[in-house]
């Protein structure tokens, strides 16, 4: 039951934050679980893939709202979608199979990295020139492979890649934000299929899970995050989004910052 209830609170800190600062949950969700699987005593060879795997298995079910709220809106291009599906699917599964074949120490140190020019990017406003149209079929799925490879390595939904690669392509904010939130369904789908697959029987799992992913902590976040996501965004429209984008960069530096020297 203690258990449970900090998975709760961890989903609930996690909607709060992806609501307020209006990026996915991966980049919460992945490092606080971490820490958390750290403190519960689980064993090295394991806690960091089970954390990004259960965060994939997050964004499954916490994406479905976000693709309703955006097709609705009219601000998700299928066709762009359906020509990247097949390189975030094969790109997102190949990328479990990559991080359940590395040393867990390296890939802690390539997500530190991962968070650390995140929170760069944010601080900075570093934002890729409009220069160039979309590529065809082939060029989106080769695109789709690279983004859906790295989003399913590190855990999260993919919109921290794939809306700069669409902006860079001339795409207008508000549809690439869409497609981007669309194609974090299938980049989790084909993400968390290689976790379960490739975790599957490993001898150091314990108890209640279904290969890296971690049910109850999936249970307790998905139960609790889609709700506090509506409180998180209300405060959020509130505030300025310059603070909000630095607060966000400030809270990445600090675990990116946590995960490189731990």
């Not at 258990?3 to 991966?26: H, P």
């Not at 530190?112 to 799925?141: C, D, H, I, W, Y």
Request: charged share 10%.
């Amino acid at each position: 039951m203690l258990t449970l209830l900090l998975y709760l609170g961890l989903g609930a800190v996690a909607g709060l934050l992806s609501g307020l600062f209006g990026i996915g949950g991966g980049l919460v969700i992945v490092p606080v679980l971490i820490t958390t699987f750290t403190l519960l005593g689980m064993p090295d060879t394991v806690y960091l893939h089970m954390a990004i795997g259960t965060s994939l298995a997050c964004i499954v079910f916490t994406s479905l709202s976000a693709i309703h709220t955006h097709n609705k809106r009219g601000n998700v291009d299928w066709a762009v979608v359906k020509r990247f599906l097949p390189g975030v699917l094969v790109g997102a599964y190949l990328g479990g199979l990559v991080a359940d074949r590395m040393a867990p120490a390296l890939l802690e140190n390539l997500l530190a990295f991962f968070l650390l020019a995140v929170a760069a990017k944010m601080m900075f406003g570093f934002k890729p020139n409009s220069e160039r149209s979309l590529p065809g079929p082939m060029g989106l799925t080769a695109s789709g492979g690279v983004i859906g490879g790295l989003s399913a390595m590190f855990g999260i939904g993919g919109a921290t890649l794939s809306v700069p690669y669409l902006r860079w392509c001339s795409v207008v904010m508000t549809r690439a934000v869409g497609t981007s939130a669309t194609l974090a369904l299938p980049i989790a789908l084909g993400g968390v299929s290689s976790y379960i697959i490739n975790g599957w029987g490993h001898p150091d799992l314990p108890e209640w899970t279904l290969g890296y992913v971690y049910l109850p902590a999936l249970f307790g976040i998905v139960l609790i995050s889609t709700q506090c996501v509506r409180f998180g965004a209300a405060a959020g429209a509130k505030m300025s989004q310059l603070w909000l984008q630095r607060s966000f960069a400030v809270l990445l530096l600090i675990l990116g910052l946590r995960l490189a020297l731990s």
